[in-house]
């Protein structure tokens, strides 16, 4: 951020009255604009004992599969979201039910929402951002070709659970690990 | 948003090429600047039988009686979040627990996260956007001035919850209904 989208002039970094927060401060017109993480949601569709994935037509992670997800729009709420994004990625109709995985990216301010979501027809087909999408049973998961640590640990607790009978929400934080390879530690809150 | 944050160019409402949505396009350097929803965040901070409240000493609802929870900022996790929040305005440090609601406020575009959280110090202090903070047992709860729908429902739900001694994770959304009279309508999911 460099100008105001307001006004155009040139913004300032400094920390408004009664805040305790550098910010983008208007020199122009003194708007202040926020920074905000961003929510992506999705779904587990499940079908029967299956797990509907979509195989990643973008990058990154071109080629790897993951469950349907995105982020949030303005006007919408997150299980209309999660809706959207699986029938945009895998032309799969849901109903959306409980909240099933809160991860924090904070090293990417994101903030991933993952319901579980019932198929309501097994018709589905690759969305423009997929190139094929699949359904899965536990032992056909490719588990060394998901596409996000968020996707195999939210798949991990699902399995997990769905064999005790007992799904509870769960959240926790991946964190990146710094340096030239992509590490993640992953922490599941207790 | 009228120009480009980035090179100060104007801006154009337009759909890109493979997005449904309208975005708003840079004329100048071509960046697309998506919007997005907020995320606020905050705890329901418990010490033995009661609950902490601040009154608020800020626009919206001045005065009236609110459960800490504020704009998440960049770079920390939905929780530090909610812990930044109640020791910002309730100076009261806590220990951050279990999801306890998220609430979908589409109009606003924003989506509330409410924690179950347990006071390490009963040692509070009013902050700076609040008049004065207090405890509150069940039948001091002062229910026609609480602030927000958010904060009513969140502490209804959670004293039926603590009655029947299971607290799960709630979800649902409050809609503004329209006209001059702010009035809401509330959607709990099953």
Known sequence: MEYCSHCASRLKIDVPPRDNHPRHICTGCGMIHYRSPKLVVGCIPEWQDQILLCRRAIEPRYGLWTLPAGFMEVGETVQEGAARETLEEAGAKVKVGQLYTLFNLPRASLVN??????????????GEESLEVGFFRESEIPWSD?????????????FHDRKHGIFATHSGSIIRTPGPILRYQVIIDP
């Open 146 to 158: 998901l596409s996000f640590p968020m996707v195999r640990e939210t798949l991990r607790l699902y």
């Open 113 to 126: 929402l993952i319901f579980r979501a019932e198929l309501i027809d097994p018709n589905v087909a690759a």
